[in-house]
């Protein structure tokens, strides 16, 4: 198939003996008037199109802007008469590729445009590759070869580029919100908006303002004009987090919105039209909360036009093996570290653990371990102690034959704060017998001194 040039010239004769000039090696049409030219732009698919800056009546300049509103990607080639090289320049500026003096010299012309497809097939050849690398280091962020997490990935790739709703499930921490933004990223919407509500995290009064927006003074509060999630995501994706915990009051509203394509915002009559594709995600078995009359059977229906269901960590070992590296890796690289490998016990450990925070977990513990580790070495004691204990089978007793209590502790302190706590008041009950203390704390003396070193814990002599 020859590459196909449009020549928009309001000289007929220019037109005509151009057209002559080119139409063996491409495909040629002309148009005199500029209306008609741009008309025939969002018809056809042309490569390149040879634009007279000085149409009659039009300024080509315009034209260009035009032509480059509706179509970015084409090559715009100016033919303009020795006087208006200055406007040539303006127009390279607004996105011409280059342009051409008149009288026009055939041999240049023909050069040039070889020159502008040459450019063009290496843009596509650059955008093609971009993308490709695009995917591929989304998936190199997605780690999986079990059959489970093939079966994902084969799911984005088939899904990505259709409208038909999501609904992702599976355990906390299996990697849900992942799927969500491949499914965006890698597919026909990635260069609209991906909008995430966590339906769970917002409190339910906020919820529906939120999602809908509002007008100014349409409730106490509303000072001003706020845009809703929905109309945000327009054009892209909206993912519902956590769809279990929507209100049934909301659930009605927002089955209305997906059928009738539009939303109004809180307190305007104006409706917006939408084009949003949702993607949603829960933990919870929605089938049992509409049993249980908590979830609208019909919204759950809309919802959950593709399954797509994640498997917990401990149904994949293959998987751990690989996150186990990755994770290695990642933290090696975020902490400045050199990447670290696991003693045998502690690969033992690790590799029997089951994991009921799944891949979020997994992150957590390497993250710990490759915080705390002092040598080349992850060794077991680097471990936190539940992995320890729970693989060895050894429970943790309900309470120590001591009446001593660390002080209470109130809600939201953070774990390093608790176990520092806890270290120290076992550090003093033991009058700093660091042998005794790593015994009643069932951990290692190391992974103890180690402990006291990075909360920086001082016995009452030393503060
Ligand atoms: N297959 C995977 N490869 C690499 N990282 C992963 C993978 N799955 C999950 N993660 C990481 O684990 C963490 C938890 O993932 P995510 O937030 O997607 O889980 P979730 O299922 O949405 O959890 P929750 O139900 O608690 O919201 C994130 O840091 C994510 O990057
Ligand atoms: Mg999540």
């Not at 390149?48 to 179509?71: F, P, S, Y």
């Not at 908006?193 to 966590?198: C, G, H, K, R």
């Amino acid at each position: 198939m020859n590459p196909k040039i449009l020549i928009i010239d309001d000289e007929r004769a220019i037109c005509a003996s151009l057209r002559f000039a080119l139409e063996d090696i491409y495909d040629t049409s002309t148009s005199s008037d500029p209306e008609e030219g741009l008309r025939l732009i969002e018809e056809h698919p042309f490569d390149i199109v040879l634009l007279d800056l000085r149409l009659g009546l039009h300024n080509g300049l315009d034209v260009l802007r035009q032509i480059k509103q509706k179509c970015p990607a084409i090559t715009v080639i100016m033919m303009t008469a020795y006087a208006s090289i200055e406007s040539s320049i303006e127009a390279i500026k607004q996105g011409a590729y280059y342009y051409i003096e008149k009288p026009i010299n055939t041999t240049e012309l023909r050069l040039l445009l070889a020159k502008a497809l040459e450019h063009n097939r290496l843009s596509s050849e650059v955008r093609t590759l971009q993308e490709k690398l695009n995917v591929q280091t989304d998936r190199h962020r997605f780690i999986g070869k079990s059959k489970a997490m093939e079966h994902v990935f084969s799911m984005i790739e088939r899904v990505k580029d259709i409208d038909s709703n999501v609904l992702i499930t599976g355990e906390s921490g299996t990697g849900k919100e992942v799927v969500a933004r491949a499914i965006h990223s890698t597919g026909k919407r990635k260069h609209g908006p991906l909008e995430i509500v966590n339906c769970a995290a917002i409190p339910e009064a906020l919820l529906e303002s939120e999602l809908f927006g509002y007008e100014k003074g349409a409730f106490t509060g509303a000072t001003q004009k706020k845009p809703g999630k929905w109309a945000a995501a327009n054009g892209g994706t909206l993912f519902l987090d956590e769809i279990s915990e929507m209100p049934l009051a909301l659930q009605a509203k927002i089955l209305r919105v997906i059928q009738e394509r539009e939303v109004t915002p809180l307190g305007s009559n104006q409706k917006i039209p939408l084009d949003v594709r949702i993607v949603s995600a829960t933990n919870k078995q929605l089938e049992q909360l509409v049993a249980e009359g908590t979830f609208r059977e019909d919204l759950y229906f809309r919802l959950n036009v593709i399954p797509i269901s994640l498997p917990p960590l401990r149904e994949r070992q293959e998987d751990l093996l690989l996150l186990l590296d990755y994770f290695l890796q990642k933290y090696a690289r975020e902490m400045n570290k050199k990447v670290k490998k696991l003693s045998a016990a502690a690969r033992r450990l690790l590799l029997a653990y089951d994991y009921p925070g799944n891949v979020r977990q997994l992150g957590n513990i390497i993250e710990y371990a490759m915080a705390l580790s002092s040598s080349d070495i992850i060794a077991e004691e680097d471990l936190p102690e539940y992995i320890q204990y729970d693989s060895q089978g050894t429970a943790l007793p309900a309470s120590s034959n001591t009446q001593e209590t660390v002080d209470s502790i109130p809600v939201g302190v953070p774990m390093k704060e608790i176990e520092k706590r806890a270290i120290a008041a076992a550090l003093d009950h033991c009058g700093w017998h660091r042998q005794e203390t790593a015994r009643m704390l069932q951990i290692s003396e190391r992974s103890l001194r180690d402990k006291i070193k990075l909360y920086n814990i001082k016995s009452v002599q030393e503060e």
